[in-house]
């Protein structure tokens, strides 16, 4: 990515720029941050060619394209303005090589990466042919490439197959070298449709496999009079593939394969939808990795345009503390800011806790595999909540922050909507921090506490996001409490540098945008594989059955994904299946796998859907082992499931502080405080909070400022109750073979089993 020049703009349709990924024919493709927080690759029609009514139409396709066309295997659409004085189009940012970098720089795909290559293509350019279009540009260097698979870009020339409205006679639309021959001659005689795209794949895949294009190099009157006369070079291609390619490469267009029958040849053996195991190099691994991991250190941005008055993207307004005898400063009482109230809240306990299980010895080398993979990827009712800010250290009765200088902690979280138990654990784990660190007599300071609770809304949690941003007592925050109000968050926070450590957010997509703020202070969900794996193993399965629910979007992937890269690694055979979203049981399923004679069973997805799944095991006899990953350690999954959900282990990165020895006085601390055992994530965010103000107390006095803080904390090792608590520059824990807990559902409730071993 090359940085932005000064004639770039710093904002586009309220998109910051961040850099240039390239420049093409037509414009420039720049790396942007969209308002919530995600990343996109945004085209721009470049300015000597908007006005040209040929080709903004052109660009206006393209878009029209690009949202009819649903597919995991094409990159989707996020947002477009093809009638802007300067039209520009989103697409979500793949931060993998294409192909052609790729096998240029790394050598040829094996027979398993063509296999999921050419399978996942053909899925994409299905979806293509279904919507009624015809891509006609398949070539190397529009397939991007990500670990679970290609993705198909550029619809720029893709129509319909009797649209003739951007060409002209004897004008060559689409990249020579790659064009089926009705493209590069129309006086054969065959009209372009569907079979075009499938001989052009054909040529994609020929040169995956040998690192030569299938005809040749050269001029490219050359190329258009081999690609119709000339039999394509497959010297290289693997034996099993050859007679695929040559078919796919047929003159004529009806001796081509359908492209289901690709996918039926290439990837016989799997559904259409699975997550494959690990198809690319280690190179390329290598490589997405640290593109995925470019936006930690993107550049300042020099400002050309700010509209509207909008502060300069890049820069942070550092928070100065209040002078020594201020109050504490406390926001307007709202529905969504709850301050100063005094009435603990009662919850309901799903969790029996048992004593710990001992972690078994971590090997070096599943330590070593589960750091790679860490730089990989790269109920019901108003509640009331205790008073902020007590202080209960004996003074005379004189306020402390009269004689102390105050700062803020805040609380972002969900106290109203679906994960409102989880959000008031955290809440009260801050808390009970905060109270216990402003009774010292020794507290360099007095620190308030602000809760916000966003409902689990996202455009809730940015609108938050901004108020505390834009609040300079507030030095850091804890939260949010879900993936998506955190993606929705982040980019306020980290707008104004605002530390924010996160304690139940899983997605690894949260670490790998660029959040110079965030810290990531759990493993995220990909990592847990890692502990499901040697689980699943330890029962001596011989086969696993792999299920994702593609209702459960990135969730599941993250999970599934990397599974199945371990369970191949060990050796251990096991059968993939995805169940798309439009499925309301898994009956076929389960009947499917069990026919395959698996005898154990992973399952990622949510709590409604798992519970389904978990039923249908029941009514089948089932009653072997079950792993799943921290989505279902919840009691909507005990409810729904009832006793369907007994036997299930779920993998998930909280303790029970009632069996870690270590947090005993924490636990009898909770308990006095508000009359209940500490709910799951409370001692997690117990421990971030007072990370954060032994980072704060260790600063001088005239250097608590948001900035250094996070510099701090990015520094600290920090002991905690539940684990130690160390930062990686991309704002990840630090990888120590630890943060997977084992949790059995008994008799209806969560059983804790202590640290996961990360060995069968």
């Known amino acids: 990515m090359e940085r932005l020049r000064s004639s770039d703009p710093a904002r586009i349709a309220g998109h910051r720029l961040l850099g240039r990924l390239g420049v093409g024919g037509m414009g420039v493709v ?10 996109v690759a945004l085209k721009v029609l470049a300015a000597e060619y908007a006005e040209d009514a040929g080709f903004r139409e052109r660009f206006r396709r393209e878009v029209e394209v690009a949202r009819r066309v649903d597919s995991p295997w094409a990159v989707p659409l996020v947002d477009a303005d ?13 931060p993998g090589p294409s192909l052609a970098e790729a096998v240029t720089s790394y050598g040829p795909l094996d027979e398993h990466g063509l296999r999921v290559l050419g399978g996942r293509l053909a899925l994409a350019l299905g979806e293509v042919h279904r919507a009624g279009l015809v891509h006609r540009d398949l070539k190397p260097g529009n397939v991007l490439l990500a670990p679970d698979g290609p993705r198909l870009i550029d619809f720029g020339i893709a129509r319909a197959p009797e649209d003739h409205s951007l060409t002209a006679t004897g004008f060559v639309v689409g990249t020579p070298g790659y064009l089926a021959p009705e493209q590069a001659d129309e006086r054969g005689g065959h009209s372009v449709g569907g079979p075009s795209d499938v001989f052009s794949l054909g040529c994609v895949l020929a040169f995956a496999a040998t690192g030569r294009p299938p005809f040749g190099t050269g001029a490219l009157d050359a190329l258009l009079y081999r690609a119709v006369h000339d039999a394509a070079d497959l010297d290289g291609v693997p ?20 492209v289901s029958e690709v996918v039926g040849e290439l990837l016989p053996d799997e559904p259409s939808d699975d997550a494959p195991a690990s198809w690319l190099p280690e190179e390329v691994v290598a490589l997405i990795a640290r593109r995925s991991t470019e936006a930690l250190a993107l550049p300042d941005i020099e400002h050309t345009e700010i509209a509207g008055g909008a502060s300069p993207a890049g820069t942070s307004a550092a928070a100065t503390a ?29 969790t029996r806790p048992t004593a710990a299980a001992g972690a078994p010895g971590t090997p070096a080398r599943r330590r070593a595999l589960l750091l790679g993979a860490g730089v990989l990827l790269a109920g019901g009712g108003a509640t009331a909540w205790w008073a902020a800010g007590r202080n209960d250290a004996p003074d005379g009765g004189k306020p402390a922050a009269a004689r102390r200088p105050g700062y803020t902690v805040a609380f972002h979280g969900d106290l109203s909507g679906d994960q409102r138990a989880t959000g008031a654990a955290q809440e009260h784990g801050l808390r009970l921090a905060v109270e216990q660190f402003n009774a010292r007599r020794d507290a360099p300071f007095q620190v308030g506490v602000r809760a916000e609770d966003d409902g689990g809304d996202p455009a809730e949690a940015a609108r938050l996001a901004k108020r505390l941003a834009d609040d300079p007592t507030v030095l850091a925050v804890v939260g949010p ?58 029962t001596h399965p011989r086969r696993v059955g792999v ?19 371990q369970l191949t690694a060990a050796g251990q055979p096991f059968v993939p299946r995805v169940v798309g979203t439009l ?6 399923t389960v009947d499917d796998l069990l026919a395959a004679d698996a005898d154990s069973f992973a399952f990622a997805g949510l709590p409604d859907r798992a519970a389904s799944f978990a039923r249908t095991l029941r009514e089948r006899g089932y009653s072997g082992a079950r792993a799943t990953g921290p989505a279902l350690l919840d009691p909507r999954f005990l409810a729904e499931a009832e006793e369907a959900a007994d036997g299930w282990t779920i993998v998930a990165p909280v303790v029970d502080p009632a069996g870690v020895p270590e947090a005993k006085a924490f636990v009898s601390a909770y308990r006095k405080r508000f009359a209940e055992a500490p709910p799951r994530y409370a001692a997690e965010a117990y421990d971030v909070t007072s990370l954060v103000l032994t980072s704060l107390g260790d600063l001088p006095s005239k250097g608590r400022t948001r900035e250094n803080l996070l510099a701090a904390l990015r520094a600290a090792k920090y002991k905690g109750v539940t684990r130690t608590y160390a930062f990686q520059k991309n704002g990840l824990p630090v990888i120590d073979g630890t943060g997977g807990y084992l949790w059995r559902v008994e008799d209806g409730a969560f059983v804790y089993g202590g640290p996961a071993p990360l060995t069968a």
């Open 30 to 39: 720049y790396l942007a941050r969209t308002a919530t927080g995600s990343l």
């Open 322 to 350: 209040p002078a020594d005898g201020a109050p504490i400063r406390t926001s307007p009482r709202s529905a969504a800011s709850v301050d100063d109230t005094a009435s603990p809240a009662s919850g309901t306990d799903d």
């Open 82 to 94: 093809p009638d802007a004085e300067a039209p520009w189009l989103a697409t979500a940012y793949v």
């Open 547 to 565: 299920v994702m629910d593609r209702a459960a979007d990135n969730y599941g992937w993250e999970i599934i994904g990397n599974l199945t890269k």
């Open 239 to 258: 034996a099993a593939l050859a007679g695929l390619l040559s078919r796919c490469l047929a003159k004529d267009p009806a001796l081509r394969p359908e």
């Open 583 to 588: 499925r309301t049981d898994f009956e076929n």
């Open 481 to 538: 409490t879900t993936d998506a109000t955190a993606t929705s968050a982040l980019a306020a926070y980290d707008a104004a540098l605002v530390p924010v450590l996160a304690v139940s957010p899983g997605a690894i997509a949260l670490s790998v945008q660029g959040f110079r703020s965030f810290l990531h202070a759990r493993l995220p969900d990909s990592l847990l594989p890692f502990f499901i794996d040697p689980f699943l193993r330890s």
